[in-house]
DNA sequence: CGGTAAACGAGACGGTACGTCGGGTCTTAGC
DNA sequence: GCTAAGACCCGACGTACCGTCTCGTTTACCG
């Protein structure tokens, strides 16, 4: 049914991935086509349709391929014991990378084609954002356990109130994206927008 | 320079902007063609051309219309003194449209299409998102002036806070959007994450 | 029914038909545009439709001011008595008039445009051809009369043996238009391509 | 350089040609468009584009396709003896061909695009009217050698002298094309303009 | 170790949509 | 009331890619 793994070339594989990401890196994403990828990868079109669904899925790939080559299997946030110094350092990354002409457009192409593709959309969620989003969990987890965080605290919509806003800043140009920004986000999540010792 | 806008045919105009819609209702947003939209609007390609430079800026003059036909000109949020209860009030409608499948689907074209493109984006927080943030900006104000909200709290943060990580989730589908969750974003985001009577 | 012609814009129509024939000297016929032609001509696309029902007949107008303004009214070809001596040069006159970049490819447009248009084809035979080829049999007829033409000879076949093998090849491009080849016609053609003094 | 001619789909060439064929002859030239051609032969604009240079390029090799399928390789012109006769008989049905709504439309359209373009001129006096002419050259040569035509003729400028005036009235209509016409023609060129016995 | 089946590069194929050009009609101002 | 200007609907242009489909050519497994 499903094409036999075990012949698939290699070659071609990274060929096809490092081509996607050259060539968005490059030009604008809306020119990225899957003849244009082949024709730089010097493949041929049926062995990308043979091993991807979309070309999303390629950008999709390509992207894991990065992520898997930077560093080990599972990423870690920073722990000095200090949270909002930590998470300060982490958002700072973050919009640097988001900024860097490297890394924020092919960045930006993978989020509208998942932003499109449901099925991408889950791939991404289990492969690449699942492993990151429990970073990020296990980090304000241990915060919690020393009594950093509010004991009932939903971690989930605690990693949503510090990175969302500046993903859909970020995504929808909403505004500039600068360390300010998001400095002032994590201080503001942390604290709440309520004053200290209001009752209701 | 650009076409004398006097001569333009106001019906014209509005049968393309009402095909946009109706057919990024109907069916997939990637099926979406400005020929297409010609031939339901009846309209020549050309007629499309003179007056939008992309398929996104068709898009964005039909939410434009839309939300001019849909009430007076300022959009304002309820106020019923009790903004935790408004706020979850207006995030559960606005969940209850992005859910929709006559709302969502054309608001995330619009959003895949500004996260796209930059002119498009600027267009967008100019005169959509714009008066929209200033509604909300609004209520916030209120609350902080009744003592309701801290006192020197950056209001645009405040709005990224409790709007952002549901666009967010919504847009890149990391999770379902759910009352519950928007109700959740909402109180964590007035307490905030620290355990209430911390010190730092 | 048909436009008032008392009203109409001289300047307009000179403007037209000037500009056609700059036109089709310039560039390709093939590119040639009535929009083109309005463009040059300062003139309004609708002025033209106005006026001429086709851009066959706009290069034929333009081509009758030509002739007109050209000389008086009828053409005479020249009778010096020596009839092969007198065909000589005229076609070689012809022959250089059709190698000519300026009245070749104009010459050219115009006599596809009427292989194409039986009603502009008429209109040739009537305004243009007619009087041209009214010269020709006189110039024969005076020949016959004095005995250098066969008694029974069809004029208008006579015509049509010599100057139409050289505006089909012009036309067709079946072979070079020199001044020999035009000489050589005309002597074959007085002499026919029977042996002299055959019986059959 | 020029695509590999291997791979070329047989059956998608004959779509083409049979298309262009039947269109041409259907409806005015003038609406013959590669858009029609390839919707009616079931085949993409592309393959079309692919390889063929221009429209009147399908025309021409869709000519040839039938005149290779009408008959043999090389064209023969009958040879009863009586050359008089037999080109009289021949030109006879050329006409006839030329006033059929089968034959002749397609014929004008290829003769239009010849006289546009000089490439396919080219290839049309290589491919399509050399043979034919080498035929009438060859039954011309036999009646040169048993001394019907005269000894010094250039066959060329004879051919042209027959059919010249004929094709020349057809495509310019300047006279009907009738078979008295044609008859005319003949006689007329074998024996010449001049009276017979005359020195000059 | 030679045969064979899959994957491979190449690229033609039927299509869809692109963005542009020009056709011919119609409307608006202006002289 | 014709004119210059130009918007309008329409259809064709020639191009870019889509996803599918042969082609021969490696390549790697298996008998």
Redesign the interface.
Known sequence: MTPNTARRSEASRRAVLTAALDLVQEAD??KLSIEGIAARAGVGKQTIYRWWPSKGAVLFDAFLMLSEGAGGEAPVLPDTGDLEADLILVLRATVEELNDPRFGPPM?AL??E???D?EL??A??ERL?GPL?EAKRQR?RRAQQV?????G??L???V??I???????W?????PLTTA?TD??VT?????????G?SS
């Open positions: 994403y809306a930006r989020s509208i998942i932003a499109h449901p959309a889950a991404y969620v954002d989003r304000l009594g950093q965080l509010a004991e605290l939903d989930d919509v605690a949503d109130m990175w969302g806003p500046v993903l859909n800043r995504l929808q140009r909403t505004g920004y002032l986000v503001t999540a942390l604290t709440g927008l309520r004053p200290r209001s």
